[in-house]
């Protein structure tokens, strides 16, 4: 299953990028919490090299609790200043503040050295489509500033945003990288909402899933669709699943495409479980 998805508008937000990063002191980078590591992108690391930075992973109530904890030690190994958020709640955001202060001390002593008091710091805030990032700023801004949707792409334009006496936010689209190097990134991608359903194959990202809890949340699956074997194959537990779930054509045929459409609704939603796709195995 190949997923691939850059739309000509990413090509332009990556160049605006590129101009606007020498206004900013800061890179506030969304992650998903449940895909840290696919939806980081290389571009920004690489847009952003020289920047003081704060990671935030978004969406942390729908990821697996023990493995929010871990990536978040893993980033702030990396030299990120890192925070585990979920901006639709607020949950997380109120130390945002201090956050920012102690990624931006070297220019704020710096700024102090040359008597410039109360300057802002200005921080650009980046992730790919449908990381949170016009939810994380209406939260903490605490009014609606940035357009938000399900959707990936919403965000389409650049707009500064006043958030204290002390940030200022600019708002950028989000974007993807070109092509992805590996397979499995534009899978997890696609199940968070990232990419376009339309463009999707979603029985095959449903057996992909299907696979993926098995092996890592087992028992699961069984519990969300009572009745549900996982013993099964798991195009024939998609099988099940519609069956269980009433998801039947005309002439009695099991729906799986509509199956497939609910298993991934649950996942995004939480109804499954809290369930990271980009998992560390070892304690680090």
């Known amino acids: 299953m190949n997923v691939q998805w850059y739309p000509g508008h990413m090509t332009k937000a990556r160049r605006m990028m590129q101009e606007d990063i020498k206004l900013v002191d800061l890179v506030i980078e969304l992650l998903d919490a449940r895909a840290p590591m696919s939806s980081r992108n290389p571009d920004i690391a690489a847009l952003a090299a020289g920047k003081s930075r704060v990671v935030l992973l978004n969406k942390a109530d729908l990821a697996d609790e023990k493995q929010n904890r871990l990536w978040a030690g893993i980033l702030e190994k990396e030299g990120a200043v890192t925070s585990v958020v979920n901006a639709r709640s607020g949950s997380g955001l109120k130390d945002l503040g201090a ?48 357009k938000t949707g399900n959707k ?55 057996v992909w899933l299907l696979n993926f809890l098995r092996e890592n949340y087992p028992g699961m699956t069984a519990a969300r669709y009572q ?13 099940q699943i519609a069956q269980l779930r009433g998801c039947i054509k005309k002439g009695g045929e099991a729906d799986t495409e509509r199956a497939a459409a609910m298993l991934i609704d649950d996942l995004r939603s939480g109804r499954i479980g809290r369930i990271t796709l980009d998992r560390i195995t070892d304690e680090i």
Do not use: H
Not at 167 to 179: A, C, Q, Y
Not at 230 to 239: G, H, I, N
């Open 99 to 146: 956050l920012v202060q102690q990624a931006c001390r070297e220019k704020i002593e710096r700024d102090r050295r040359r008597g410039i008091k109360n300057r802002p710091v200005r921080a650009m805030v980046v992730g790919i489509p449908n990381v949170g990032k016009s939810t994380f700023i209406n939260s903490y801004a605490g009014k609606a500033v940035a």
């Open 227 to 239: 009745g549900a074997d996982e013993s099964l194959e798991a195009a024939d537990l998609l099988m």
């Open 152 to 206: 990936p792409g919403v965000t389409k334009g650049k707009q500064w945003i006043r958030l204290s006496r002390e940030v200022e936010l600019l708002d950028t689209p989000g974007i993807l990288w070109p092509k992805f190097e590996d397979e499995t990134i534009g899978i997890r991608l696609a199940l968070i909402g990232s990419i376009r359903d339309e463009i999707l194959q979603t029985e095959d990202l449903a």
